[in-house]
């Protein structure tokens, strides 16, 4: 019910800008969250946007450059990512979790398929 897209291959110093579109039958509201998997890594959080994109919040590593924001008309999230460096290279992943308290609170229960970051130096 999730499709990332957006990631690539992109020299130390670029951007991306991953969209993470949701399913149409996907009812009620959500909160959404990014997360990233590099290899023989743990899966980590990056950044999350609540149910009405009026509160975010960013993992130390990636705040002042990436920032998360969703479109409610197009069921899109996004997360641009600036200034990338080498060691953001990862497959990055959307979440979803069902709205039912104003902020995220970690119960992300759809994923998309990811979408790999490459960023070389």
């Known amino acids: 019910q999730l499709v990332e897209s957006g990631g690539g291959l992109v020299q130390a110093g670029g951007s991306l800008k991953l969209s993470c579109v949701a399913s149409q039958r996907t009812s009620g509201t959500y909160h959404v969250g990014w997360f990233r998997q590099a290899p023989g890594k743990e899966r980590s959080f990056v950044a999350s946007?609540?149910?009405?994109?009026?509160?975010?919040d960013y993992s130390d590593s990636v705040k002042g450059r990436f920032t998360i924001s969703r479109d409610h008309a197009k069921n899109t999230a996004y997360l641009q990512m600036n200034n990338l460096k080498p060691e953001d290279t990862a497959v990055y992943y959307c979440?979803?979790?069902?709205?039912?308290?104003?902020?995220?609170?970690?119960?992300?229960?759809?994923w998309g398929q990811g979408t790999q970051v490459t960023v070389s130096s």
């Open positions: 979440a979803a979790e069902l709205s039912t308290t104003n902020l995220p609170r970690g119960n992300y229960v759809y």
């Open positions: 946007i609540n149910w009405n994109g009026g509160s975010t």
